[in-house]
């Protein structure tokens, strides 16, 4: 490259190379733009990908008769797990988006997978690389779902004066960062019975507290503890509707099954009290109210064991 | 005398003009050449993406099926005697069939059937023939689909002879499909 001088000693660049450096600027600016792009789509792929993954890897959890199912998810690269809830529509919505570190930086992304049959309970972010998952079936008075409750490898539970029954099941789970009674600094304490922990588990009035919040379950149903136990407030209250209107489905479907099974010689008893449990789960607004749609549980599930043929 | 200088600047005029024209020429090629590369580029990164998003949702529909009869709109329960897994409830499945518009998108798959083994038979299930029947369609979106994944269940169901009222099981398939996407449908 030849540059002139002229006779005041300033570089006399000729149009043609001002041009080509212009037109050279302008195109590796375009390229480097693209090739940035290019790298968040590929970003936002590999992280609608593993979202789709982990959604189907929640399948097998899927309880048949057993009381729970357990698994662990280990995934590369340090991750953060959006849990997203959302009532619209038929069954509301269950999505999960990931996020996650590139050179020591969170990548964002904006795609979120979702699922319509999927009760996830977890914080609303979850950070790590390892997760724990397991699942228990809820019934009110059939069963309704499996209800999936995700945890960081980073997170330790430390269980304070659980019932036997409780302790059985955690011991069972198997899960390194469940643990009972010997808890260390850093822990997250879970206190049955006596207050001033991080979270609060009071098994007479059937709520836990945690950051000052309520979240209340109903009599004999454990899964629906550890829901709160291991969610957010906003999340549990999400998903405590998404289930009802499950049940409100349910109930429908039984409604149907009802009159299908009355040609057969069955009996045809449960109509008016499977409506009404349809209607109260319809309307329940938050987890206060489980307790008015468990009596309307209770009386369908008594009407069903007096029947000749059972409906579930 | 004054021609001289005016056809010099002329003809430098014409090479400058030259010049331009050739690196026009110049960058439109490596513009339509970046182009090209771009094009080829992406059009690799969605195949292979599609590819991807096939591959997972035949993962997806393979697991699901072996855990689709144990949902609550599918399972027996109870209803016939013990807990049995893998247990298909006809009578509650029917009922899903009339509120199939609510479940369209609920598992994520563009076909839901049943399939008697024995008696086996091509004979499509209607409200007006069943449960005399051996196809049962649950589901189906009409779309392109890839290839079923199927599992074997027990289809249960109440049935009333002489007044009596029985538990009557046979051997199926629950089949599902997921939409074929591959085509940009």
Redesign the interface.
Known sequence: MKFKKNSKGALEIS??WL??IL?GIV?IF??LY?SSK?IN??QE?ISA?TG??I???L??L????ESSQTTSITIPTETKINNICDIDG??GTQSIQLDQKSFNKWVETDVAVS???KYIFSEKEIIGKKFYIFSKPFNFP????DLMYIVSSNERYCFVGATNEIENELSKLNQSNLILDECNEGDIQVCFGTKDCDINVNLNLNYVEKNNTKMYFVDDSPELMYAAIFSEKKIYECQIKRLMM?VE??S??????ES??Q????DNTLGIDLGMLSETAKNIEESKELEIVKIEADNVDEGNNAR????? | MLEFPFKFESCRNKK?QM??QQ?IFM?IA??IL?AMV?LF?LST?FSS?RK?ATT?AQ??SM??V??LA????F?C???FGN?K??CV?F??V???K??IG??S????VAKIEIRKIYPSGEKLCTEANYPNCEIFKILDKNVNTLPYSHNFISLCR???ND???YDKCELALLMIASEDRTNGN
């Open positions: 149009f043609g041009f080509a037109a195109i375009i390229a693209f290019l789509v590929q792929s990908q789709k993954e959604g189907s890897l399948n097998p899927e309880t048949g008769f038929e069954f699922f319509y049959n059939f069963k309704i779902a499950r489905k349910i429908s479907l039984y409604l149907e099954k299908l099974t040609e057969k010689g069955c000749r043929c059972f409906l579930w | 400058g010049k331009i690196m960058i490596v513009i970046f771009g580029f990164a993406l991807s997972l993962e997806e697991l699901l072996s855990r144990n949902s609550p709109e399972s329960g109870n209803a807990s897994t893998n409830d009578d509650k029917a009922g899903l009339n509120h609510e479940y998108d609920f598992w994520g109440k049935e009333l007044k009596i009222t």
